[in-house]
């Protein structure tokens, strides 16, 4: 661990005749104490982000889980420009920093002041590798996985890194004149009239309303119901439950607790109450023109084939556009039930970049496993077949694919 700052400076050859008449770039890279925290958190009140890179979200992340954490800035002049926040974990032998978050952190795009964006280089990220070698000689690589292209128009400036397509794909709603022209887009007589049907089906059995979490009490009755739901979902399913670690769950009950000081939110929980009993809860955040369902889960009982979700979704994306978002996004992952609103696809990068000699084969290692990933769910048959032998391993009926 180095507790002073490293700058380092690399440069590339400008083209000839050119002149860069820029000061060079100064790197600072410190474990994430008070003081590197703060320093965020003033790049982030005059820069953009997304959600998982918001200082609410770092902050809490390193209370609930104490990780290796460290902070990267990029300065110019003594002005900080560009901020990095990194979590170092052990994979197998190797090291590897990434985004805090894990799976949870999707869409990603580290703070950045809008001016430095229109102007960064590739030997801005270059110093930016440079310093981080030198202040963590024990990292072997620095794994970025799922990071956005752009955010509102502006490139991604990590993306002149090494980088890859992620394999996973992100779906949205189009919200460009509306809620009415979005529907219009995918059905909107059939969409209208499903609504309809269900909230008559819920009103029989027994009434229904929506509830958005407006204060710590409601915020922890909605995510106890979603990890309830979640872990019956994933049992069933055969896969790993991601919520399981109790460090997890306090992340995220801390997480939207204390985005309710916000007004609005910039992260908010909302439910489907039928009867008095959850039957579906989404996760949302907010980034700029977007608003992104990080999360969402049903109740698996006797009202599951009304389908309470899409009910939800519903109301969420009506909300949305009415609220002036350009789009409703789906986050990651290719599911049917987003095939039934969304009109988008959104593709996202990986930057795999080793720091060391070692760092080289998990590199090696990472990038053909995002290629296998890829080919399997762009592949209707291999993934079925996945999914059947994971509910195979899980003890659930399986039926054979088309």
Known sequence: MVDAPASFEVQEDPPPGAVDARSPAEIAVQPAGPEAIALYERICAHGIFAPPQSPIWIRNWIARMKPDALIATLSRDGDP????????????????????????????????????????????????????????????????????????????????????????????????????????????RHKRKKHRSQARKFEAAGGYRHIAAANEDETRRLFDAFLSMKEQRFRKAGVANVFAEAEIRDFFHALFAEALKANPPPFSLEGLEVAGKLRAITGTSRCGKRMICEFGAINDDELAAISPGEFLFFRNIEEAAAQGFALYDFSVGDEPYKRLWCNVEISQADVIVPLTARGRLYAAGARLSAQVKAFIKNSPLAWNLVKAARRRAAGQAVSTPD
């Not at 420009?81 to 580290?110: C, D, I, K, Q, Y």
């Not at 102007?119 to 956005?148: E, F, G, N, Q, W």
């Open 81 to 188: 420009l560009f901020a990095l926040a990194l979590e170092v974990t052990p994979a197998a032998s190797f090291r590897v920093a990434s985004f805090m978050g894990g799976t949870h952190a999707n869409g990603n795009f580290a703070p950045a002041l809008p001016r430095w964006l229109d102007s960064a280089t590739a030997a801005d990220m270059k110093s930016l590798l440079a310093a981080l070698r030198a202040a963590r000689p024990d990292i072997d690589v620095l794994a970025l996985r799922r990071l956005a292209h752009d955010l509102d128009g502006r490139r991604n400036p990590l993306l002149a890194l090494p980088h890859g397509p992620s394999p996973n794909i992100a779906l949205a709603v189009d919200l460009e004149g509306g809620f009415d022209a979005a529907l219009e887009r995918i059905s909107a």
